[in-house]
């Protein structure tokens, strides 16, 4: 299947990820680069309509966006953002260490090749340079309990995702791509701030405390 149609397809989804407000895995990331990163130049890989970087733009920090729907890259520029129209299948418009930070939300797990979107992200992002992704967790909480229900796993398994992960895989993907991870977290454990407000605040304090039982892991890895 041809780059563009992969695209195409995945982009038929975008509505759904529009939906997600308060959203944990975000929360979770501005915490971190609040308290270890207060600025830089950042690439939102995937940015969408800039819910993530549009706040940090706000911040001070200097962002840029890959976004390959129209109608995304339209929203998020108004955020502020430098968005240009790409893919992440292909090789990043950008030159080696041009970066400060790299997020890619939820974006690894549509590639065909992760392993060559790991080296092009290490080659974009400055030596000592942070990397943030998340990813949706087969072996989470919640899937498996699903599993032993015989159900699918959510999150992890759709029709446009061609990869699944658990925190150990990634990882290893990571260290032979030239990372070194630095904190594993979780969006949440079973439910979260999105599905109820107070519940889902313990949900999400225990996906911290167990991030291998989450719904959606959250690496933060810095470039050797």
Not at 148 to 167: D, M, Q, S, V
């Amino acid at each position: 299947m041809k780059n563009d149609n992969i695209l195409n397809q995945q982009h038929k989804y975008y509505e759904s990820y529009l939906k997600i407000k308060n959203n944990p895995r975000y929360k979770k990331a501005w915490k971190f680069l609040k308290k270890n990163y207060p600025g830089g130049k950042l690439l939102d890989i995937g940015c969408a309509n800039g819910d993530f970087s549009g706040p940090l733009v706000k911040k001070g920090y200097d962002c840029y966006g890959l976004e390959y729907k129209d109608e995304a890259i339209k929203e998020s520029a108004g955020k502020g953002i430098k968005v240009i129209r790409g893919s992440f299948l292909e090789k990043f418009p950008y030159k080696d260490n041009f970066f400060d930070i790299v997020f890619a939300g939820e974006v690894i797990e549509h590639t065909t090749n992760d392993s060559r979107f790991l080296r092009e992200i290490n080659r974009i992002v400055k030596p000592g340079g942070l990397i943030i992704l998340t990813i949706p967790n087969l072996v989470s909480l919640g899937n498996r309990l699903l599993i032993l229900f015989g159900r699918l796993p959510r999150f992890a398994y759709a029709e446009f995702h061609y990869r699944i992960y658990t925190a150990g895989l990634i990882k290893n993907k990571m260290i032979k791509a030239g990372f070194k991870i630095k904190k594993i977290d979780s969006s949440y454990i079973l439910i979260s701030t999105f599905f109820n407000k107070y519940l889902g605040l313990f949900g999400e304090r225990l996906g911290t405390f167990f991030p291998k039982l989450g719904e959606h892991l959250i690496i933060y890895a810095k470039k050797r």
